[in-house]
T-cell receptor
Framework: DTGVSQDPRHKITKRGQNVTFRCDPI?????LYWYRQTLGQGPEFLTY????????KSRLLSNRFSAERPKGSFSTLEIQRTEQGDSAMYLC???????????FGPGTRLTVL | GENVEQHPSTLSVQEGDSAVIKCTYS??????FPWYKQELGKGPQLIID?????GEKKDQRIAVTLNKTAKHFSLHITETQPEDSAVYFC???????????FGTGTRLTIIP
């Protein structure tokens, strides 16, 4: 068990560019979550997957954001036409089943210039 | 929806003393309360959690207490050490609600 991994760890981009982040959950965890954390705040829920199905999306997830989890393994989070307000830490977590502990990855820190 | 408030926002204690962080929640349906520790540049790491069928849980120097009637729960760290310095977050959720609602965090500094 190597834990949740995320790539890249840091991303700097210019406003208007598209970015994509990847998350690899703990093996055999069928639930995968995305959170966003801004400076000085706690993580805020964005969306989650049960296997390959995206079951809930927060209203924080604008139509510029899209998440996928093909084959129920790794997940990607894409942000199109980035804005400066998108600058944050994007955290991925996974759990074995509903109600179980969510284990977080190290996050991807996005800076939009 | 659930709202979690956390106090204090910053806390400094002498090494060896105890630290207490308190959280209140609004949704009486919440029944799972984890605590995470986040070090600079890292993701949150679970340190202890408690479910609503118990009032207290202890793991070595760390303990969590839950008062369901008052809807608050607390983290207690005894015999603090420099490596306890970090930001601590409480969270709340309930079975079937997949998202965790986090507090705003407490920056704990242990003074050697």
């Amino acid at each position: 068990d190597t834990g949740v991994s995320q790539d890249p760890r840091h991303k700097i981009t210019k406003r208007g560019q598209n970015v994509t982040f990847r998350c690899d959950p703990i093996s055999e965890h069928n639930r995968l979550y995305w959170y966003r954390q801004t400076l000085g705040q706690g993580p805020e829920f964005l969306t989650y997957f049960q296997n390959e199905a995206q079951l809930e999306k927060s209203r924080l997830l604008s139509n510029r954001f899209s998440a996928e989890r093909p084959k129920g393994s790794f997940s990607t989070l894409e942000i199109q036409r980035t804005e400066q307000g998108d600058s944050a830490m994007y955290l991925c977590a996974s759990s074995h089943s509903s109600g179980d502990t969510q284990y977080f990855g190290p996050g991807t820190r996005l800076t939009v210039l | 929806g659930e709202n979690v408030e956390q106090h204090p926002s910053t806390l400094s204690v002498q090494e060896g003393d105890s630290a207490v962080i308190k959280c209140t929640y609004s949704d009486s349906a919440s029944n799972y309360f984890p605590w995470y520790k986040q070090e600079l540049g890292k993701g949150p790491q679970l340190i202890i959690d408690i479910r609503s069928n118990v009032g207290e849980k202890k793991d070595q120097r760390i303990a969590v207490t839950l008062n369901k009637t008052a809807k608050h729960f607390s983290l207690h760290i005894t015999e603090t050490q420099p490596e306890d310095s970090a930001v601590y977050f409480c969270a709340a959720t309930y079975f079937g609600n997949e998202k965790l609602t986090f507090g705003t965090g407490t920056r704990l500094t242990i003074i050697p």
